[in-house]
């Protein structure tokens, strides 16, 4: 099948052309405003690139002509605030499309988007590998194993450290990015939902451009949480080490799961191709986890409910949240 790929310069592109080559398809055109986009020569030499979308979609709507050439994937990888639109221009195209987290950034969107979804007969998927990865995997196999009655005490802890381009960048834009809890969170939200079950409750205690902590009760965890992009985070053991800290800790117990995340867009491409992908409906329960808490204003913890980190940031002041009572 055929490829397109807007985004073609970003940090995460490569994975998307590496997984399509690996699943055996062709990246016939790409698209994005800067140029530095060699690595598309270790993918095809045959990709068609453009630096003005309305190039590229011309080049599109003409390849639909010939059905040997015709796109068949429309891959997004554009800075987030952009998603609704090029997910919509793919699906008009009668494309199926694969877009990397979040989707969008709002419910509403959410919902825009399954209008076109149902005008134009194709489909959006949503890239979430965190739910292909064995560290995952095996805590939800012991949950699921454990049929437990009461809660697990669990502390979620991600740190992936950013220089200063970070905040430079549109990713440092929170109207461009939504903020550093979609930006970096909304996988581990949705991962915590997939292990516990439906969300019952949930709270924030800090919120800056580099760090934000919370608390957020499933039906069979009670979850600290904590997302930084701030190596002064990293514990002692990893920094100067490795730009990069995953961990969950249930029950005392520590899922470490830093490595691992080589190949895993190449499995949810596998799963997208063979009709396994997450689509709207899979996604908007971590999409409105992060869209509350953006619209939250930070709260003292109660007690036991304070991750770990959260005594080294500022203090907050104690305000009621919506939905805590």
Not at 21 to 31: E, F, I, R
Not at 81 to 102: D, M, Q, R, W
Not at 270 to 298: K, M, N, S
Request: charge should be negative; hydrophobic fraction near 40%.
């Amino acid at each position: 099948m055929n490829f397109a790929l807007i985004g073609a310069a970003g940090y995460i592109a490569p994975r998307h052309m590496q997984a399509i080559k690996d699943t055996g398809h062709t990246l016939v055109s790409a698209y994005d405003i800067n140029d530095s986009v060699g690595i598309i020569d270790s993918i095809s030499t045959d990709c068609a690139f453009f630096t003005e979308f309305e190039y590229f979609m011309e080049h599109a709507w003409r390849l639909r002509r010939e059905k040997k050439r015709a796109i068949d994937y429309w891959v997004v990888c554009s800075p987030n605030h952009f998603h609704s639109a090029h997910i919509t221009a793919g699906l008009h195209l009668g494309c199926n499309v694969i877009c990397e987290k979040p989707l969008v950034s709002t419910p509403a969107q959410l919902d825009e988007l399954r209008s076109v979804e149902k005008e134009t007969g194709q489909r959006v998927f949503s890239i979430m590998q965190l739910r292909h990865h064995p560290a995952i995997h095996e805590l939800r196999d012991k949950v699921l194993a454990e049929q437990r009655d009461g809660q697990y005490d669990v502390e979620l802890t991600y740190i992936t450290a950013r220089g200063p381009w970070y905040l430079a960048s549109w990713k440092g834009d929170p109207r461009k990015s939504f903020g550093v809890m979609a930006e970096i969170g909304i996988h581990f939200f949705d991962m915590l939902h997939v292990i516990f079950g439906e969300l019952k409750a949930q709270a924030l205690h800090y919120h800056d451009e580099h760090k934000a902590a919370g608390y957020l009760e499933y039906e069979k965890a009670r979850v600290r949480w904590f997302l930084s992009i701030d190596a002064e985070d990293l514990p002692a053991r990893v920094r100067g080490q490795h730009a990069t800290y995953r961990s969950i800790i249930c029950d005392g117990e520590e899922f470490e799961f830093s490595s691992g995340f080589t190949d895993l867009h190449t499995v949810s491409y596998r799963e997208v191709l063979a009709g396994r992908g997450f689509g709207i409906e899979t996604v908007r329960h971590c999409l409105d986890t992060v869209y509350q808490l953006g619209q939250a204003t930070p709260q003292a913890p109660r007690e036991d409910e304070a991750h770990s980190q959260l005594a080294r940031l500022a203090p907050t002041r104690p305000v009621v949240v919506a939905g805590r009572g």
